[in-house]
């Protein structure tokens, strides 16, 4: 009869049967452009529990849009700002002063589509040129469904700046 140390062992898994840990989950994030302010204090409260916390919106040039509807009637914008312009780098804004060095919104022209696509074409250009003559691997990819139809979705594509996953 084995003594109950030796039964015991006999029953537990060894290390080398055990099925190897799960990946890390991939990290969630949220981004909109061009987004209007979209509740008050308590639905920007509740929207910081429930999303992801990197969350970000961005602003193209004086995109009134982003500014509306007004602060004075309690609308209040959710996640961090990330303004762009022609030719810089972008601007994550974190601070009500560093907002009021940024120009008005005040052109409804820089609300269009076609505005924010070039922009941020220019942008992962600018990412993929300096990530290729750099041995860095952090390199800025952006993946979209295959069956994604879009002329947009086709030309970052033609471009090789958009991935199908």
Not at 46 to 69: G, H, M, S, W
């Amino acid at each position: 009869m084995p003594s109950p140390s030796h039964a015991s062992s006999s029953r537990s898994p060894s290390k080398r049967n055990l099925p190897p840990p799960p990946p890390d989950p991939p990290t969630l994030a949220c981004y909109t452009y061009g987004a209007p302010r979209p509740g008050n204090s308590a639905f920007r409260t509740l929207f910081n529990v429930l999303a992801p916390p990197e969350t970000y919106r961005l602003v193209v040039k004086q995109d009134v849009i982003t500014a509306c509807p007004p602060t004075s009637l309690g609308f209040r914008q959710v996640g961090r700002e990330v303004w762009l312009d022609d030719g810089s780098d972008p601007v994550f804004c974190m601070s009500w002063s560093m907002r009021q060095l940024l120009p008005a919104r005040t052109r409804l022209r820089d609300h269009r589509l076609k505005e924010y696509f070039a922009l941020m074409t220019a942008l992962l250009k600018k990412e993929r040129a300096s990530s290729s003559s750099s041995s860095n691997s952090n390199v800025c990819k952006c993946y979209a469904s295959p069956w994604a139809s879009d002329p947009i979705f086709d030309d970052l594509r033609a471009q090789g700046l958009l991935l199908s996953a």
